[in-house]
């Protein structure tokens, strides 16, 4: 059952460089096995051209390797820390994407600016705040904590995305390719907000009532996009 | 007959990953035969890399699927509007297409700022505005009503493409592939007027006089460009 | 010869597309033959994935047809001016590349910021005012008539190109493939202009003496960049 | 052993058009053999398609030709004064890559926005200022000069890049191949911190703690990035 789970990661994995999301080895994606509480994630510093599924290190929630013969990717402890913190997740994915990390190293959040973000992501995409000197000891895992913690009393699963300042994205989903899927979308968003507010430096964001519209037509029991109930 | 037109449709359709304008399942290409009142259309959130002309599916000009084992585009309801708004058109496509996307989402219309826009579109590209809270209630019927109203008392061939504010481009053409090559078009404009502002930002719309000697090269009965009198 | 002709300038257009500058049939290479006083250029609208070099079209400093099945582009006339005006040049190219034509519609020369720019083009590259409306009734002569003008007295062989305000650029070179290349230099050039204005708003072109040392280079009898005199 | 360096030189240089730093022949790659006080060097002016491994040319310090049928690069003295200059340094590569040259262009250095310029430079990108008229006459060396007198007293190897200002980046790494990597990281940070500007037009660097974090995951004794001491 790993050997499948490790497959999947693979192939997540390599949907970074295929969608144009990494440089280099510059992004991971892990997913976890709920039932057994361990996730497989990408070896660190390991080409893309040269991975393989064998490579995938399983890892518990505390972060300790349990399988494989790499280390975990050095971004092991935020990954673990979000699989804690929101239960309903299965995959977690983390790149320097450029457009969103543009956004990431300018600070702010993404207000949502269009339908093609208010359909997957509810709302702005958060930009969450540096860590502090005493946090940056335990730099990975109080990334996890601080994301954690922003989301506190909100619903993760409607806003699969953040920016970390002066670094870049975190985005999820429910396994590993989903999580992809929405650093596809990120990034999108991202390029789109910034060029709109290039062509129109006074735009708001899309009224609340068509966010809502779009929102509700992929998700929840009402949606009607796509197959879902067809056939 | 219509399998025909399902395979012109999937045809069309495919052209849209191929010239950059669609992630994932973000655009749909319609085309209509006009003696039987049906129009083939994209089903909704299949991957292009999946599609097979079989999948189209045909709909009436009231959104009633008439075969098809799919649910169809999401937006069908807007691509029958427009082909009983505009009675000389024979395809219709939406995409997000990144630069036009964005000047939709800034709310701004795409002033002519020279010959590549006024060799295919006559005067700006419209952005419409919002639909209301009530209008949203039947959102796809009303973005093509919308656009109908807009156009109404004017020449919808000679502007084959309008913005829906906070969403996204439809363009229109004689056929399905002839209204890809519209937002192959609208989208090379797009961007073409964001960069001229970027360099320019007092610049002016074209001169009148060279925007009509553009459009009359390739329209009407004194074109001359292309072989269409020649051989 | 004329097939030798013919298949060079069929070559040479077919730089276009391989180097990003050319949208559907938006641009066109020719190469002259001095001897005879005849060029060849590709013909009006025929789509370069189609393209065979017994298509292209032989024309005369007129611009009359002397061999072809097709008309030849539509800019021809402004091809045979610009032979007729810069003796020394063997080859014309004319694009809607996106940044090049950005600038075009921006209505502004482009300043030299550094030596990429240096290397192939001494100064500015000009930016050519509107034709008046008179001037319009034979647009495509008179467009190649008011490059000739701005280049009176200058050496077009020293700034092998052109923007035609509200249109796009034409460049030239000793063949059609050196025009080309003059065509991806522009483009480049463009578009790294415009991004160092972004960068720095009050930017000042390179000094003199570092824009003379980098032509210099490259041209004249003390160039000793590549391979010419080596071997 | 030469023809060993000279294959490991070709390798580096054709990773410039693989990963988009250079257009025709505008960058070069070289790498040193320290015990023997030669360097590889790509020759001018030659086409990468064309390019085969002994073409490379060998050099010495001082930049005479020991070895090959070809003139070497142009910039041959710069690289080695840097190698003069930098004695841990293993290889230099210079290019035109768009995003570097426009902020050579624009006469600025990059600051340290985020984790992925701080994951591989320490600090800013330095833009050093242009020769005077006096140091052009001997232009390439003297570029690599005013490289080297801007580096005295600090950590070329903490930061492996450089801007000449209205002209291009250098950088340089353990090899050739990690110069190129170099290059590309560049190149990155160039464009994200550009449209990080665009972004937040008030944007600051990031804080001292997260660049002091990111630089030593990846480098010096404590470092945890990728499989070093890993298996």
């Not at 990661?9 to 280099?24: E, H, I, R």
């Not at 000197?133 to 995305?161: M, R, S």
Request: net charge negative.
């Amino acid at each position: 059952m790993l050997e499948e789970l490790k497959q999947k990661v693979y192939l997540a994995n390599m949907q970074l460089p295929k969608y144009g999301l990494v440089t280099f080895t510059w992004g991971n994606v892990s997913e976890i096995d709920r039932a057994r509480g361990l996730f497989a994630i990408k070896p660190s510093g390991i080409a893309y051209e040269e991975l393989r599924p064998e490579d995938m290190v399983i890892v518990d929630l505390d972060g300790n390797v349990v399988e494989g013969k790499y280390r975990p990717s050095s971004d092991t402890a935020t990954h673990a820390e979000l699989y804690k913190a929101f239960s309903k997740i299965g995959g977690v994915v983390h790149t320097h994407s450029p457009w969103a990390t543009s956004w990431a190293q300018a600070g702010r959040d993404i207000p949502c600016y269009g339908t093609t973000h208010a359909d997957y992501i509810f709302g702005a995409v958060p930009c969450v705040r540096n860590l502090t000197k005493e946090e940056l000891k335990d730099y990975e895992a109080n990334t996890g904590k601080l994301i954690a913690d922003h989301f506190k009393g909100k619903d993760a699963e409607a806003v699969p995305c953040v920016l970390c300042r002066n670094h870049g994205p975190f985005t999820w989903g429910k396994d590993g390719m989903d999580a992809v899927h929405n650093a596809v979308v990120l990034e999108e968003v991202a390029k789109m907000a910034s060029r709109c507010e290039m062509i129109n430096p006074n735009v708001s964001p899309a009224p609340q009532e068509l966010q809502d519209k779009h929102y509700y037509r992929k998700h929840g029991s009402n949606a009607y996009y796509g197959q879902k109930t067809a056939q």
